[in-house]
């Protein structure tokens, strides 16, 4: 059986078990698809056969992708119930990630009152950079996106709706959370499409975590 992993800088490596995301985490994000803001986190799930952590990346043809830079949480110790003040006490790394989605396949399920599932979890729509310490105080800086050299997307954890710790107890009060389950936590606006031949970088302040190349 293929296993699913992401590589920790410190030379670990974990194999995925689940891939979680969380929706309109960003009030910039969820304006920009007209969407109202939420009184709780929205969580929904990614297949884990997504996930990729290659440079080259191949797009799902005939189909409108968008980009979500997003902030990416590596729970290391398994944990239900876990209060919002323990949450980093699970958590083993952070990293970037892209969460790319089918924006007309999901706005159709979505005027449908339909499961948005096959608009997210398509062959590579879990792109993760390595995972690194999780310092609050390194991830507090900006984290933004660039396509072919131009900044399309930035933001900051500050930003978020909901923080890291509380996302934790939330998700891990409904299900419990496994070692080596990730979790996106959401984008912030200036979402659009991504086009074959596009290089995508993915940094955090002065650095790149990730370089990608779609074809
Ligand atoms: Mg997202």
């Given amino acids: 059986m293929t296993e699913y992993r992401i590589t ?11 891939i979680y995301c969380v929706g309109r985490n960003y009030a910039g994000h969820a304006r920009e698809l007209e969407n109202p803001l939420l ?3 929205v969580f929904f799930q990614k297949g884990l056969t997504c996930l990729t952590t290659e440079d080259r990346i191949k797009l799902p043809s ?3 992708i968008h980009h979500e ?5 590596l729970i290391s110790r398994p944990g239900e119930g876990i209060t919002a003040d323990n949450a980093m006490d699970h958590i083993g790394g952070f990293a970037l990630g892209l969460d790319l989605t089918d924006r007309k396949l999901q706005n159709e399920l979505k005027e449908g ?3 948005w599932f096959l608009s997210k979890s398509f062959k590579n729509s879990a792109v ?8 609050m105080g390194n991830w ?5 996106l660039k396509i072919n050299g131009n900044v399309v997307q930035k933001g900051q954890m500050d930003d978020m709706e909901f923080d890291i710790p509380f996302l934790i107890e939330f998700l891990s ?3 419990p959370l496994l070692e080596g389950d990730i979790v996106f936590t959401g984008t912030p606006e200036g979402v659009g499409t991504v086009e074959k031949g596009d290089v995508l970088e993915l940094g955090l302040g002065e650095s790149v975590l990730k370089t990608v190349r779609f074809r």
């Fill in 113 to 115: 009152k339909l499961p």
């Fill in 128 to 135: 993760v950079s390595t995972f690194f310490q999780p310092d």
């Fill in 173 to 175: 009060s409904r299900i």
């Fill in 69 to 73: 830079i997003e902030l990416v949480i």
């Fill in 39 to 41: 009184k709780e986190p």
């Fill in 140 to 144: 507090s800086e900006m984290f933004w």
């Fill in 62 to 64: 005939d189909r409108t």
């Fill in 8 to 18: 920790h800088k410190n030379g670990d490596q974990y194999p995925v078990r689940n």
